[in-house]
């Protein structure tokens, strides 16, 4: 069943002329009325239906809340409907709100459709007063044995005392503290270690204790009126939707500010009527294994959020069995009813009233990424959800948590490991992972350092561009400064480094290369440091770590129970030119590898239905045979980008250097054969690792200066070597070159295709290289599938130039070398005048791949590099970005380009191939949105690729979801 009914708001009265119906009884709703009822009112409803023990009451719709917060002012009819439900509750119950003799008591709860830890609290025991409460303690007392009134006046002013607490602090905005206080000062006066200690008296006077607090701090008396203490909470719950807490928790969810929350008003149940009563909470599962079991707390003689409150210790819910046997036995069976209803671990709340158990709510509770896996796989075997289900209960986001490395749990789990590794800082999570390695302060040095083969963790304040190369040579960047939006933590979850950012507590001293932790710690270069980007805690020492047994399965070095034959994207619909996958599975490990625990099996069995079902190809971004190997392990289809530039650096810079400097075509020409069979070797390494599998090859793309020494410091060289008389011919023409060559905005000047365009023979050696490699790999007996990309096209006049050299090469490769090549050309979209003209472009291209980073840079007009460190945060902040254009795809500006580039470009040629491999590649809402806009492939990092298989599974269920649900609308509207 869907979650949301995406045809209308959910309220039936939208189709009508009939004004909005604002208020429902728990018995006119259900489970699939989030959207109106909040996650709590809607499962309150439907636990209703189920004929499970829920105190009755009703739900205020996020409707009304929402016309409350655009008006300022409640609804004219809200009030009437609320008394008109108010008098139906009173007439099941057999009696009134706040009746002094016998007073009927009700929560007013929020509840928004995502649970929101943000928002304001519940408000218990609403319709108490100082006469009722008297009311109250007789009600109690009768029919209870002698000496019950004792007991009975106790609950009856704890009753009271909570409600001006949480009225004061939740409605009038009293600081909470300042009732703790009072409840400290009267156990201190007693003597009495725990608040089970106070006596009706003493209760009795803390409640004039209380009044007096909200008297002068909210200027007003504790209302006696249960009907406006009931308006007044009502009230609050609305406006605590805009409370700071809210909105903070909102922005970092990524919540939509305008959805508004519902409000329940539920009938009390009291746990604080004695010890056999009490309060609790339970997992269906447990949440961290998924295993089935009785997990929870429970806490007698005690009211609402007394059990998470830690005042008094709770014991485990299993010990309730013998506290309170028959209710026990009746919460196992509703959490049964419950589990198979929902078909999904739930969480729930509970109260036992003198013996009778009460259900106050149920959600279908969050898990560990890991718990996920392992519950939708243990549902499919219960026969409750099928593996379609069982992939949607899944994401990416919790497949990347598990393929991280982590610190051995062991090593910290008691304080004798926080002791032998001192935690010494705590920051923000900012990118997964553990990471381990020497202190070092600059990148010059962690650079330095790595190549030496040191691990290194790079510690700065906070990072900026220049620091690009250290980042790279660290197993982890660790700063001072900064949110998840800092330089350090975006460029590190692009590279999927570990990351701990905003470590405030340390001093970073960068001079000195050292930084100080609380207690005086300081840490020197070179000392040896633990991060958990996944928690973002800093260890001092080294904190052992373990690979992710995900990851040693993907890599193929875990054997599974069964091999089973993998489904692939040939099952699917065949996608231009992409053939089957090798996923981490097809890996044969042998007979001595471990065997694969449920975690593993779950995620195998998870990413094999994906495969299945999925109509994207996914491949990957690498430079190297290395990396292409792994890719392939992780299921990658072929590479979607090889980054040529990556090539000429290293010892090859020095050839680099004299094809600048070239002197004439002869001179140009020599450097450029010296690089020839340099860039022939690396592609016919690709070849071979990809074999039968398309391999994408950019040829080179950034501005030529990146590839000459800084200009500063080759000035500094050749000044120097004036002075002392001994001028260095090769330094100044290079200088010379330097100079020439320096561009006040190199990404946006001399490169990709310009570059190809005016430094002759460039792209044809780059060709032709890649044409030999594919020759030779023929010869090998295998099946290279070469296609070449042109980056940085801005029209089509200019590919066609590129595309006439390119074939003159490839035809005089096949002449020499007597093999029948393909290769493919193609090229990139990632200016927006190539989106633009794409249907013109795609005359001289076999294909397309999006290059999203530049086109979200050009499209929006900055530049990466740049923006993040200096206004991003605050955009995030104003809610300008709800997440930044370069994490995830811009829909409405740069994926419209994409959707029009496809259209266009097939329009022009049917068979064009479509794919992408800007970073957005293995982002799980991109992958979503390429999906639907119909390209064939995503190419992502070799780690995300498994990450991209997944999300595309999914996009591919959500697609055939979305298309029935119309359907269904459809068929409903031709029924009517
Ligand atoms: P939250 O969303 O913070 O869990 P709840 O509305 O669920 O807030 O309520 C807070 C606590 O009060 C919970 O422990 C809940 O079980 C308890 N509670 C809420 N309504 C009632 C009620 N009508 N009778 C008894 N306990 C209640
Ligand atoms: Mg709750
Ligand atoms: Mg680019």
Redesign the pocket.
Same mark, same amino acid.
């Not at 009211?303 to 998470?308: A, R, T």
């Given at each position: 069943m869907l979650d949301s009914h995406p045809i209308t708001s959910g309220n039936p009265k939208d189709q009508t002329n009939t004004p909005l119906k604002f208020v429902y009884d728990f018995s006119e709703g259900n489970k699939d009325l989030k959207d109106l009822l909040g996650g709590?009112g809607a499962n309150l409803a439907e636990m209703t239906n189920l004929g499970l023990p829920v105190?009755p009451?009703f739900t205020i719709t996020t409707e009304a809340c929402r016309a409350y917060l655009a008006d300022g002012a409640e609804p004219p009819s809200l009030r009437d409907e609320v008394s008109a439900h108010l008098a139906t509750l009173e007439a099941t119950m057999g009696r009134r709100l706040g009746q002094e003799d016998d007073p009927l008591l009700?929560?007013v709860?929020?509840?928004a459709k995502f649970?929101m830890?943000g928002?304001m609290?519940?408000v218990?025991n609403i319709g108490l007063g100082d006469r009722s409460v008297r009311g109250l303690a007789r009600r109690a007392a009768a029919g209870q044995p002698a000496g019950g009134e004792a007991a009975a006046e106790r609950f009856a002013w704890d009753s009271y005392r909570r409600l001006i607490q949480m009225f004061g602090r939740t409605v009038l905005g009293v600081d909470g503290e300042l009732f703790e206080d009072a409840i400290d000062d009267a156990k201190l006066a007693k003597g009495a270690a725990d608040d089970l200690d106070l006596d009706a008296e003493d209760l009795r006077a803390l409640v004039e204790v209380f009044k007096e607090i909200v008297r002068r701090e909210a200027g007003r008396e504790f209302p006696q009126d249960p009907r406006e203490q009931m308006d007044l909470a009502i009230r609050a719950v609305f406006d605590s939707w805009n409370g700071d807490r809210a909105r903070l928790y909102r922005r970092q969810e990524r919540i939509p500010g305008d959805l508004g929350t519902a409000v329940?008003v539920?009938?009390?149940?009291?746990?604080n009527l004695g010890p056999d009563s009490g309060?609790g909470?339970a997992f269906t599962r447990d949440p961290a294994s998924g295993h089935q079991g009785v997990y929870g707390d429970y806490l007698a003689n005690a =009211?609402?959020?007394?059990?998470?409150a830690g005042i008094r210790n709770t014991v485990p819910l299993a010990e309730l069995e013998h506290i309170d046997p028959a209710s026990y036995d009746q919460l196992l069976s509703i959490m049964e009813t419950l589990e198979n209803h929902y078909r999904d671990l739930c969480d729930i709340?509970?109260?036992i009233e003198r013996g009778k158990l009460?259900m106050? =709510?149920t959600r279908v509770g969050k898990r560990t990424a890991g718990a996920a896996f392992r519950i939708a796989t243990q549902l499919v075997d219960q026969g409750l959800i099928d593996m379609d289900e069982a992939l949607t209960r899944v994401n990416g986001a919790q497949l990347a948590q598990l393929m991280f490395p982590r610190f051995d749990l062991a090593a910290l789990a008691e304080h004798g490991g926080e002791a032998k590794h001192p935690r010494i800082a705590w920051g923000i999570a900012a990118s997964p992972g553990a990471a381990v390695g020497k202190a070092v302060f600059d990148s010059y040095t962690a650079v330095k350092w790595s190549r030496s083969g040191e691990k290194v963790i790079l510690i700065r304040r906070e990072t900026n561009p220049d620091d690009l190369d250290g980042m790279i040579a660290a197993e982890g960047i660790l700063t001072s400064r900064g949110g998840k939006t800092s330089h350090a933590a975006v460029v590190a979850r692009g590279m999927g480094k570990t990351c701990v950012c905003g470590a405030e507590e340390l001093e970073v001293d960068t001079k000195r290369r050292r930084f100080t932790a609380p207690g005086g710690i300081v840490v020197e270069e070179g000392d040896l440091v633990s991060i958990d980007g996944s928690t973002g805690k800093v260890y001092l020492g080294r904190v052992p770590v373990v690979a992710s047994p995900v990851v040693e399965y993907f890599e193929g070095r875990i054997r599974l129970p069964e091999q089973t034959p993998v489904a692939g994207p040939e099952a699917g619909p065949a996608t231009a030119g992409v053939t089957g996958p090798t996923t981490g599975s097809a890996v044969d490990p042998g007979a001595d590898q471990p065997v694969a625990d449920e975690l593993v099996t779950a995620v195998h069995r998870i990413m094999n239905h994906a495969d299945a079902v999925r109509r994207l190809a996914v491949r990957a971004n690498a430079d190297t045979a290395e990396d292409a190997a792994r890719a392939r392990r992780f299921g990658a289809q072929g590479i979607g980008l090889c980054r040529t530039e990556h090539m000429f650096l290293g010892e090859r810079r020095e050839l680099v250097e004299q094809l600048i400097l070239a002197d004439g075509d002869e001179e140009r020409a020599a450097a450029l054969e010296a690089l020839r069979p340099l860039q022939r070797e690396d592609f016919r390494g690709l070849f071979r690792a990809m074999d039968g599998l398309p391999v994408t090859i950019r040829l080179l793309d950034p501005p030529l200066h990146e590839f000459l020494p800084d200009i500063t410091d080759l000035s500094v060289r050749v000044a120097l070597a004036e002075a002392r008389r001994e001028p260095q011919e090769n330094d100044l023409r290079l200088l010379q070159a330097v100079h020439r060559l320096h561009e006040q905005n190199p990404m946006l000047g001399l490169r990709g295709v310009r570059l190809g365009l005016v430094v002759p023979g460039l792209f044809a050696m780059q060709v032709r290289a890649v044409a030999e490699a594919a020759a030779e790999h023929v010869r090998e007996g295998g099946r290279p599938r070469a296609e070449v990309m042109i980056p940085l096209v801005g029209t089509v006049q200019e590919l066609e130039i590129v595309r006439e050299e390119a074939e003159a090469v490839l035809a005089e490769v096949r002449a020499a070398t007597g093999e029948e090549l393909e290769v493919a050309l193609g090229t990139m979209i990632e200016l927006p005048r190539a989106a633009l003209t794409a249907g013109q472009i795609a005359e001289a291209a076999d294909f397309f791949s999006f290059g999203t980073n530049d086109l979200t840079q050009t499209v929006w007009g900055f530049s990466r590099d740049d923006v993040e460190a200096s206004f991003f945060t605050a955009y995030l902040e104003k809610g300008i970005f709800g997440v930044s254009p370069f994490e995830t795809i811009d829909r409405d500006g740069v994926g419209a380009l994409v959707r029009r580039a496809a259209r266009d470009g097939r329009a022009t040629r049917p068979d064009l191939k479509l794919g992408v491999c800007g970073e957005h590649g293995g982002d799980p809402d991109s992958v979503h949105f390429f999906h639907e806009a119909g390209l064939d492939y995503v190419s992502c990092s070799p780690f995300r690729v498994p990450v991209a298989r997944l999300e595309a599974g999914r996009a591919a269920l959500a697609e055939r979801r979305a298309a029935a649900a119309v359907g269904l609308a459809a068929e409903r509207v031709t029924t009517a």
């Open positions: 709590k105190p009451g009700v929560s709860r929020s509840g649970s830890p928002m609290d519940t218990l329940n539920c009938s009390m149940v009291f746990g309060t909470v =009211q609402g959020e007394d059990v998470v709340e509970f109260t009460w106050l =709510q």
